[in-house]
């Protein structure tokens, strides 16, 4: 039985198991903190910062911080809630990020944080780099436009025997995402569809395929993204 | 190529953990990685071909393409430049007919910018294959280079006798110099090896913990954990092995005092980290040493193995059963990041030097997610003198909050750089003082190195001490002549992006946007609301991982506050706001095409 703990975000009471991550305690407990480099079931990274939160006064990322007993999280003060559209901001200033023309928006969680943070426009100046699109590969396309460095696909998709497809190449601002020469050549259509399905933004993309549901109904389409967590019904025990 | 790769894999037993020192190898017999290498290294340690390079393409001495016969690597830091780099530079381009970044046509050649390599009291300075050259003029450059073209050795290359002390070793063999200048506990030459193990050995663990505890040193990297509780945490962590790191990947501009203490007292830290192993119950130390001190290593494994036959080192250590320790050189490659304890251990690990998550820390999981103590080599040393002398002697120096003695490495504009061991307490003013810079002609002094503050004459009382000035030993001083803005602000601005690891968001796209501003305002173009953004957009970085990210914007935020009158000298003063928008220059080519005059 894992033992229960109790602990607060902005001032409301919550529970969770010892140990879980900052980010999954706050959502069963109704809370939405926002998140891009997250993904269920990856061991989280913390390197978008967006899921930054105050812990007991210190700047901690949700996603990699467990709950103790008694933290003191603050959520959605005015600090932290400016310090998360800044950040949302940088990406779109470091990339360049072209929504009306991207297969994946409606589903990307960069624009859907985007309008949850009513940006209308970054306060910094675009950077507008030179990208190139890669479509060497046989089954994925990516675009490095759109590439946001969240490493989802690098840690969540690995072969059978557990290498790495994809990977990050040099550092400091000019890193990018490379794909296995190799490993690459050898992508299932399945693990194509996961590296798509995994990438938050639009910059893998299974080749000629594009999309599967029509503008307008896609996920953040009807729904801002948190939505479903804010308001789902805890059940009372 | 292939039996080699083969050779160097087996060397180090296929051990992708290891592939640091195998990429080490390869690129030092080759001068550069090839894809065939990677293949075979991918195929041999079951990796992904990606997964290496992931490796290769974020240190600063690897290359995959090659990096010429004689690598010249110019160091570019603040000062280097205040003592006469850019002429050095031209006078390599000039002989060599490349520009910085490029390799000879028939690959004779190469010539790169790098990071301060830990000689700012000796400057313009260069590596050239794994050998240090100082106080270089264009005159040596020029010599340098026909030099090389005449096929010399890089050895036989130097002008003057080597320097002082263990420099001139026969396992050295450097022009570098020491330039100690003031000696205290921990520099003190009469240093006799063995001293400490011989009374560990009849203490137990824990009461080695207590006396550590006692003295109340802090770490002296910069961040200033207490010594003994670190080690006190990582003992009581479970783990069926245990570390002990020693940092000595000194890479804050500014600072070399550790590159000293590794060429004058390398038996005292060996003996420092022995002291450690004993303590927390590790049988592995490893020095991970910066690429830049390459030169050393000759000398530091000759050391090792005398260190060995005298039984300081390895089994039933002095007699005393169970009681086994031996230590490893783990060579890094060229990033400033590596300094931050989890980012070296990633990177001792064979991966990129990215700084980890906290919790857990390596006192806990560390290398190869057993707890790990990181340890500065200055700390390892000072703890040999706490179990000599005991803790309460060692808190006879220095203030309350700050015991014992510190090294600072003072360079920039004074009469003496070099290393200085003082007590905490001292002021900035005494420091002026005893090195040599009247303080009527000094304008700033950057504390700390980059990431510490930069302050000016109304701050010199200001006491060094982790209650007011903490740091890690690194004092940059600059007189009046000095452009704060573009000789300091920009050259450490640049020093932060070059250096990012690029994972977290923050540190690798902001300090681009804050150098655009530091640029704008450079070139006449600023407005005060530049200054604003600033101040406000450098706490975002904050929220990045580790230390490097979070004080990547120290040097406009400290300079603004303390200087801010130099950058209001510079802004558009008639001006609240710019657009940043020129529309006759944006017109300009549409009109040039169509004939037609701007109406504006």
């Known amino acids: 039985m894992n033992q229960i703990i109790r602990f607060t975000i902005d001032g409301t009471e919550c529970m969770a198991a010892k140990g879980q991550y900052l980010v999954d305690a706050a959502r069963e407990n109704g809370i939405f903190i926002p998140t891009l480099c997250n993904y269920p079931g990856i061991k989280p990274k913390g390197s978008c910062r967006v899921c930054t939160v105050k812990v007991n006064g210190r700047l901690m990322t949700a996603c990699t911080t467990p709950v103790a007993e008694s933290m003191v999280i603050e959520n959605l003060c005015p600090e932290i809630e400016n310090l998360r559209k800044q950040i949302i901001e940088l990406f779109f200033v470091e990339g360049n990020h072209f929504c009306p023309a991207c297969e994946k928006s409606g589903q990307c969680e960069l624009q859907a944080l985007a309008y949850r943070y009513k940006i209308m426009a970054p306060r910094y100046p675009f950077a507008f780099p030179q990208r190139e699109v890669d479509a060497s590969n046989p089954k994925l396309i990516k675009d490095q436009n759109r590439c946001i460095l969240c490493k989802r696909c690098i840690r969540g998709i690995h072969d059978e025997k557990g290498r790495t497809i994809f990977a990050y190449k040099r550092r400091s601002n000019r890193v990018e995402i490379g794909i296995d020469p190799k490993l690459g050549k050898e992508l299932s259509d399945e693990t194509a569809q996961k590296a798509m399905d995994i990438c938050p933004v639009g910059a893998l993309l299974v080749r000629e395929k594009g999309f599967d549901i029509p503008i307008g109904e896609r996920k953040y389409d009807k729904t801002p993204i948190g939505h479903d967590i804010e308001h789902h019904k805890i059940p009372t025990p | 190529m292939k039996t080699f790769t083969l050779k160097v894999l087996e060397k180090y037993s296929r051990d992708k953990t290891r592939l640091m020192d195998i990429l080490i190898d390869i690129q030092s017999e080759f001068g550069f990685i090839s894809r065939e290498s990677i293949a075979q290294i991918a195929h041999e340690l079951q990796m992904s071909e990606v997964d290496v390079e992931q490796t290769i393409s974020f240190y600063h001495f690897f290359s995959m393409k090659p990096t010429g016969r004689y690598s010249i690597y110019l160091n570019n830091s603040a000062v280097a430049n205040m003592m006469g780099r850019k002429e050095v530079a031209q006078a390599l381009e000039k002989e060599t007919g490349i520009k910085f970044g490029e390799v000879t046509a028939d690959g004779l050649i190469g010539l790169y910018e790098t990071s301060c390599i830990g000689m700012n009291d000796q400057e313009p300075a260069a590596i050239i294959n794994n050998q240090i050259f100082t106080k270089l003029t264009p005159f040596r450059a020029k010599e340098i280079v026909r030099d090389i073209k005449e096929g010399k050795k890089v050895s036989q290359m130097f002008s003057a006798s080597y320097g002082d002390g263990a420099n001139r070793d026969d396992s050295v063999k450097s022009v570098v110099t020491n330039n100690i200048r003031k000696i205290g506990p921990i520099l003190d030459p009469d240093y006799k090896v063995g001293g400490a193990i011989k009374k560990i050995i009849t203490l137990s663990p824990e009461d080695v913990i207590h006396e550590i505890k006692n003295s109340n040193i802090r770490g002296r990297g910069g961040a200033g954990f207490p010594t003994g509780l670190k080690w006190e945490f990582c003992r009581n962590a479970p783990g069926a092995r245990k570390y002990i790191f020693c940092n000595a990947d000194e890479g804050e501009p500014g600072t070399f005092k550790d590159r000293v203490i590794l060429t004058e007292l390398p038996r005292l830290l060996f003996e420092g980290m022995v002291v450690a192993g004993y303590a927390v119950g590790a049988q592995e130390g490893i020095l991970y040493i910066r690429y830049e001190y390459k030169y050393l290593q000759e000398y530091l494994e000759k050391i090792l193995q005398a260190a060995r036959e005298k039984n300081y080192l390895g089994k039933d250590i002095m007699g005393k059963k169970g009681f086994n320790f031996d230590i490893r050189i783990q060579f890094g490659a060229g990033a400033y990041v590596c300094g931050e304890e989890s980012a070296l251990i990633e990177s001792a690990e064979g991966k990129r030097g990215e700084p980890r998550d906290r919790p857990p820390f390596p006192v806990e999981k560390g290398y190869l997610d057993m707890p790990t103590v990181v340890n500065n080599v200055e700390t390892l040393c000072a703890v040999v003198k706490v179990i000599l002398h005991g803790g309460e002697w060692y808190r006879s120096f220095g203030t309350a909050e700050s015991t014992g003695t510190k090294l600072l490495s003072v360079s920039g504009d004074c009469r003496f750089p070099g290393v200085y061991e003082v007590a905490w307490g001292f002021s900035v003013n005494d420091i002026l003082d005893m090195v040599g810079a009247s303080e009527k002609n000094v304008q700033a002094v950057q504390?700390?190195?980059?990431?510490?503050?930069?302050?000016?004459?109304?701050?010199?009382?200001?006491?060094?001490?982790?209650?007011?000035?903490?740091?890690?030993?690194?004092?940059?001083?600059?007189?009046?002549?000095?452009?704060?803005?573009?000789?300091?602000?920009?050259?450490?601005?640049?020093?932060?992006?070059?250096?990012?690891?690029?994972?977290?968001?923050?540190?690798?796209?902001?300090?681009?946007?804050?150098?655009?501003?530091?640029?704008?305002?450079?070139?006449?173009?600023?407005?005060?609301?530049?200054?604003?953004?600033?101040?406000?957009?450098?706490?975002?970085?904050?929220?990045?991982?580790?230390?490097?990210?979070?004080?990547?914007?120290?040097?406009?935020?400290?300079?603004?506050?303390?200087?801010?009158?130099?950058?209001?000298?510079?802004?558009?003063?008639?001006?609240?706001?710019?657009?940043?928008?020129?529309?006759?220059k944006a017109v300009q080519e549409a009109c040039v095409a169509t004939g037609r005059v701007p109406n504006i």
């Open chain 2, 447 to 584: 504390v700390g190195g980059p990431s510490g503050s930069l302050i000016g004459p109304e701050e010199f009382s200001r006491i060094l001490g982790y209650e007011d000035l903490a740091t890690g030993g690194s004092l940059i001083i600059f007189d009046k002549t000095r452009d704060i803005i573009s000789d300091v602000v920009l050259n450490f601005t640049e020093f932060f992006i070059e250096e990012s690891c690029g994972s977290c968001s923050t540190c690798r796209i902001l300090p681009s946007i804050l150098k655009q501003k530091v640029e704008k305002i450079l070139d006449a173009r600023g407005v005060m609301q530049d200054i604003k953004d600033m101040e406000e957009w450098g706490k975002t970085l904050k929220a990045s991982r580790c230390g490097l990210g979070q004080t990547a914007a120290n040097p406009i935020l400290t300079s603004i506050k303390n200087f801010r009158h130099l950058y209001e000298e510079k802004i558009q003063r008639s001006k609240d706001f710019d657009s940043g928008f020129d529309l006759s």
